[in-house]
Each structure stands twice: as C-alpha cells, then as structure tokens.
C-alpha cells in the first residue's frame, strides 16, 4: 500500500525493445481501501545505455588498473595520505593491496626522505590542482627501498572538491642506477678529461664553453672559472687576442675563410685537423697543433665541438734544428764521398772490387787506391773509431797523412810508422783507426803489407778454395806514438783471392744478437771463389744482409776483393817415353797449366786421372811395354782445356768401345773397358782420329761447367 518504481523492458510498436520505468501509487476510498493504483510511466532507454556504458567502463578501467604493472593507487588528500585503493601490482612492493586499504602511506609506504619530498609535492598539488611527476624512493615490505616514479592527478566531485589523489607509479630503480652509472661514467671522463696532458676546450651548439681543462689553463693562462659558460668566441681571445672562430666551429660549420690560415687544413668524417702560427702566442710565436670533432650524445645528435690543442713549437724547433743537422751531415758526407774512389783502377793481371756502406749517413770505414811514384800500387782499408762526423773528419786526415806518407816511402812499414807518428801526435784522446796499407806488384803478383790493428785479410787459392790465414799484428794507427810495425807478404797464383774487409762485416748482428762471424765470411767466399771479383763481393754482402734480416745496419761495412787474374791463354807440349816413371812429369805439367787457368782442383784431379789412365793404356795395351815415343799438346783457351795424346802404336779407338753393363754379375762382363769409361767420366768430352800411321787421343775440360754433364765423344 506504498508507492512502488519498477524498471523494465516492453516492445514497443516499432518492434524495438525499450527500458520503462514506470511509479507506481495506491489511490484509496474512504474506509483506506485500494481501489485504484495511478502509474506514471517513462522511456528510460538513454538512461540505461548510459549506466552499461559506465559499468564497462569502470570494468576495463579496473581490468586494466588490476594488470598492468605499473601500481594504480588512490590516496584521500590528507597529510598522511591514507590509502583508498591499491591495484594488485603493488604486490611488487611486497604487500597485498588488502595490507595498505584504509591505512596512511607516510610511514608505511614514504620513508623520512621521501615523506618530504611527497609533502611538498603535495602542496604543490593542492595549490595548483595539476598533475606533476615525482621520484622518490619507496619503502619495501622487506625493508628496501627502491626509486619510484609517481605520476599524481587530481580528482574532484560535482562541486569541484578535491576528494582523491589518483597516481600510477612504476619502479625506476634500474633506470636510476643506470643514471647513476652514467653519472659517474661522465664525472670520470669529466675527471680524465681534466687531468690529460693535452689541452683541450669545448663548446655547445650556442658556442658556449663546456670544457676548459687544467692544461688548457697552463696553455692559456686563462682558469676554468672565468671562462666556463661564456660564448661569443671569448675562447679565441687567449690565443689570438680578438674574437674569430677556431677549429671546433668550423666543425659546427663551414667558415673557408678562416680554414685558410691553417697549415694542411683537412676534414676527416665529422672531425677537423690543422697547425696553426699564431706570432701573438707566446714569447716568439707559437705552432699550435689542433684537432676538433663533433660531441654526441647517446644517440648520436650533435650536441657541441670539442678541440684538443697541441703546442709544437718546442717540436718544430727542433725540427728545424735537425734539418740543419741533416743538411750538415749531408754536407760531410758529399765530402766523405769525394774521398772514395768512384771506380776501382785497373791493375794488370788483378780485378778488384770495393764498397764502403755507412752504418750512418756518414761513415768511419774507407778504402782507398794509390798510384805509387815506382808504378805499383798502393791499397788501404781502415775503419775509423766512432761515427758521425768526428769519424768522418778523421776519416779525412788518416787519409791525407797515408797518402802523404806513400808519397815518400816504398815500404809499407815505413808508410804506417810515419802515418803513426803524426796521428798520434795530433790525435784527440780516444781516437785512433785500425789500418791496413799494402804495396801491389802487377808483375811479380805479390802483395806486401803492413798491419795497423786491422782485421787479417782472408786468402783463398783457387785451384781448391782453400782458405790461408794471414797472421794479425801491430797496433792502430793513432794509439800510441812510436809503434813500429811489421811487413808480410801475399804470393798469389793465378785465380787467387784476397778479401779485406772491416769489423762490421764480421759483426753484423741478427735479430737473436748473433754475430755473421769469420766463419760465414770465410763460407760465402769460398761458395764463389773462381767467380770474378765483383760477384764475390755481392755474395758476401747478400748473404750478410740476409742474416741481418730486417735489423738496422749497426756498423759501416767496407769491402775490397783482390783477384789474380787467370791466365787467358796456356799452352804446353811434351814428349815422352813409353814408361811409368813419365807419369808425374805428366801430371805436373798438367796441373801448372790448370792452377793457372782458375780450375779448381777436383777438376784438375779428375784430368790428372783420365790422362794418366790413357797414358797408362797406350803403355800397356799400345806398346805392350815395348819402348815407344808419345807426344803430350796442353792447350787452355776460350774457358777449355785439350790434352792431346799422340803415339804411333797401332790402331786403337777407344770411343768405339760401349760402356760396360754394370747392371750385369761381375763374371758376365767382357773383360776391359773400364780403364776407358774412367777416362769418359772424368772428362767433359773425348775425341778420336788415326791420321798418317799415328793415334790422336784427345781428353776436353770445360773451365766453367758448374756440374758433371753427359760427355761427347768425336771420331
């Protein structure tokens, strides 16, 4: 018996299905009877599309608020900021959104530090009614804490109230550290930056000073202080005076005016270099070297210039010095070179070779050629003590004084006593030079020598390359005055080599330290000792440029090969009896002949064989030891040498005879014929003719054939 509202659905004639609300109200009689109800009814459709639209949104506001994991919280406007709701990501705090519901968050949730950093923030809040963004550190349930960013927005009722604090907070704290570490990471560099030993300055993109470290205040005089922050070029004026742009601009942008003024201005990607002369900087002007390139940040965006400063003057001074220096030292050696002879001389039956090679530009070591008053000649190595200049000056006198001395003197020990004599008395301290000066007879092919404290030279025969030690004796030229010293003598044969040399062919050193060594000299020599001279002396300074590998030359080296010449031209002819005893008058002859020409003796041995073993033939199988006259020609010319044999036994040709089958058992081979393999062997070829009742054996040696070839025969 009360009024009643009810809400719902009816078809309406269009057929569409519509919200009513209809109010309901008894009407009574007299006796409080209900005899009518009176209904007002209303389409409340709008209405109710309106309440489902907001209940979906409160339900995706709050699925949303539920799962994301940034914390959704509500707090009520007042000092201790009780909580009013809580998403579930606060779980992340430790806490369950039923624990903070209802209780105050300074103290709970805002430590003494960030309650009142969230206090004023609060003010402020409450003041403006806007939005602001906050970071503080929180307070786990464990006791942590960790740095939250807090985005706040303010939420009124109808009548403009402030009646909650909405705020989405997320944890940030790795972004912090991140932050931190980049803070220290800068100060560091700020720090390094600070103490390097290069000057260095930057600017940002409104050409402000960023940068102006400790070196660049010792540059300029000018301290961090009075000039951090400033722009409009004020960091031109230590260095030039004025305003104007410097290189770090020109990296911002182009200015080709001032470019100019820079010695090898260049661009490299994002960075500019140049040398500057600045006749303001500094007492005397400065050089002033510098380097500039963009600063980015950490994306890559231009964020300034930076520019490091460098002060060459110091640098180019002594460059300039250095260049007077090499100008000098180019200077004396020109001189030095004018001292060695251009071309070795031409000496009758000798061929020489030499080369000095400075360790520096300017060497200690030389050699030298003289024409002596009589017609001999006179042949001097030395190597002066030290290097550089001094040696080059000493270098110098030595020369004069032998020189001077040869003029006057036809002994070699006299030549060095005076050359003694006046060094030493003029020398300075601590400077003398070992010296080797010897008097070349052409004819008599004899070398007399005297020895001042110089390397032995090394002599090789060469029908064997063996190697003759001279002996060493006397004391350097320069050491002390009064020395005398001793004459030795060389005899050479034809084809012989003398080698002279200085200490820093011995003592060229490898990269293990080890030294070349007489051992290796000796070695390289006799490898090429019937080779002509020029070529003996490559090998020595090939092979010990070898062994140095790619280590610095550390002493001047200085060469002189001496080599008999062969004889062009030898001819012999003998007659002899049909007997053994003629065998070594044979050999003798032979070998003379041979030793002159420039064989080497295992070729000389194996002749010396083939010819004994024919001879031995005639004697046997020819004039089966009956007597019997054979004629023995030696002629060498044009690099070969033939030996014919002449009897009148009868006929006999022993290139038709076939080598013996070695292959076969001893017992199977045709007894003979080895005697005449022996003599093809040991022979480059073997000829044969009967002419006017006689035999003509004849035995060719090739002077120059490096190897055992397959032998040709002729009849």
């Not at 006796?31 to 907001?54: F, H, L, M, P």
């Not at 506001?61 to 579930?88: K, R």
């Not at 039923?98 to 968050?105: H, Y």
């Not at 963004?133 to 706040?152: H, N």
Request: glycine letters at 8%; a negative charge.
């Amino acid at each position: 018996k009360c009024k009643v509202s009810s809400e719902y659905q009816i078809e309406a004639k269009s057929g569409n299905c519509i919200w009513v609300e209809t109010i309901s109200n008894p009407i009574f009689d007299q006796n409080g009877n209900i005899i009518y109800i009176a209904c007002v009814s209303r389409n409340i459709t709008q209405r109710k599309k309106t309440e489902v639209a907001r209940r979906e949104t409160e339900e995706r506001y709050q699925l949303l608020a539920e799962n994301m994991t940034d914390v959704i919280h509500l707090h009520t406007p007042d000092p201790e900021l009780h909580f009013a709701y809580v998403s579930p990501s606060i779980r992340i705090t430790g806490y369950e959104p039923s624990e903070l519901v209802g209780k105050p968050a300074i103290g709970l949730f805002f430590g003494p530090e960030s309650a009142e950093i969230i206090r004023q923030a609060l003010l402020r809040f409450l003041e403006t009614k806007r939005g602001e963004v906050i970071e503080y550190p929180a307070l786990m349930k464990d006791g942590s804490r960790r740095w939250v960013e807090t985005i706040s927005s303010p939420v009124f009722d109808k009548e403009g109230n402030l009646i909650y604090i909405a705020n989405s907070s997320r944890d940030i704290t790795s972004r912090k550290r991140a932050e931190e570490a980049l803070r220290e990471s800068q100060q560091q560099m700020s720090d390094i930056i600070s103490f390097l030993p290069e000057a260095i300055m930057a600017i940002d993109l409104n050409g402000k000073v960023m940068i102006w470290n400790q070196a660049m205040e010792a540059l300029t005089g000018v301290l961090a202080k009075d000039i951090l922050g400033k722009g409009e070029y004020e960091y031109s004026l230590p260095f030039y005076g004025y305003r104007r742009p410097i290189l770090m601009d020109m990296v911002l942008q182009p200015h080709e005016g001032w470019e100019a003024e820079y010695l090898g201005f260049k661009r490299e990607g994002t960075a500019v270099v140049g040398e500057v002369f600045i006749p303001t900087f500094g007492p005397k002007g400065s050089y002033l070297l510098a380097k500039a390139t963009a600063l980015c940040d950490e994306i890559g965006n231009t964020m300034g210039a930076i520019e490091s400063v460098r002060d060459m003057t110091e640098r180019r001074a002594m460059e300039q010095k250095l260049e007077r220096s090499r100008t000098e030292l180019h200077v004396a050696a020109e001189i030095q070179r004018s001292f060695i002879p251009k071309t070795t001389p031409d000496i009758a039956n000798f061929e020489v070779a030499a080369v000095t090679i400075p360790a520096m530009e300017v060497g200690g070591d030389f050699y030298d050629f003289i024409t002596l008053p009589h017609g001999d000649h006179g042949l001097v190595i030395a190597d002066v003590a030290g290097k550089s200049i001094p040696a080059a000056l000493f270098m110098a006198l030595s020369r004069m004084i032998i020189r001077a001395s040869a003029a006057h003197q036809s002994l070699a020990t006299e030549v060095l006593r005076n050359a003694n004599n006046m060094i030493a008395s003029d020398a300075t301290a601590g400077m003398f030079v070992t010296l080797l000066f010897g008097v070349l007879d052409d004819e008599a092919l004899t070398l007399r020598y005297a020895n001042a404290g110089h390397p032995t030279p090394l002599l090789f025969k060469s029908r064997d390359c063996s190697y003759e030690e001279e002996v060493a004796c006397g004391i350097a030229l320069g050491a002390k005055e009064g020395a005398s010293y001793e004459e030795q003598s060389i005899k050479f044969g034809p084809g012989d080599v003398a080698v002279f040399y200085t200490d820093g062919v011995t003592e060229a050193m490898n990269p293990k330290g080890e030294l070349f060594g007489i051992k290796r000299l000796i070695g390289a020599v006799s490898k090429t000792c019937q080779s002509p001279a020029e070529e003996i002396m490559s090998r020595i300074l090939k092979e010990v440029s070898a062994f140095r590998e790619d280590r610095e030359q550390n002493d001047d080296i200085t060469l002189v090969v001496l080599k008999a010449s062969p004889k062009a031209e030898e001819h012999a002819l003998i007659s002899v009896h049909s007997r053994d005893e003629e065998i070594p008058r044979v050999s003798q002859e032979l070998e003379g002949i041979m030793s002159r020409a420039g064989f080497s003796g295992k070729q000389i041995l194996d002749m010396q064989l083939a010819v004994e073993e024919a001879f031995i033939n005639i004697i046997r199988h020819g004039y089966h030891g009956a007597y019997g006259t054979i004629l023995i020609a030696m002629d060498f010319e044009e690099g070969s040498l033939k030996v014919k044999i002449e009897d009148d036994a009868p006929l006999f040709d022993p290139t038709r005879f076939q080598e013996p089958d070695f292959s076969a058992a001893l017992e199977e081979r045709p007894v003979g014929g080895l005697g005449i393999h022996l003599i093809r062997s040991l022979s480059d070829e073997m000829r044969y003719e009967y002419e006017n009742g006689k035999n003509r054996l004849m035995l060719i040696k090739i002077k120059d054939r490096a190897s055992i070839e397959p032998h040709q025969e002729a009849g």
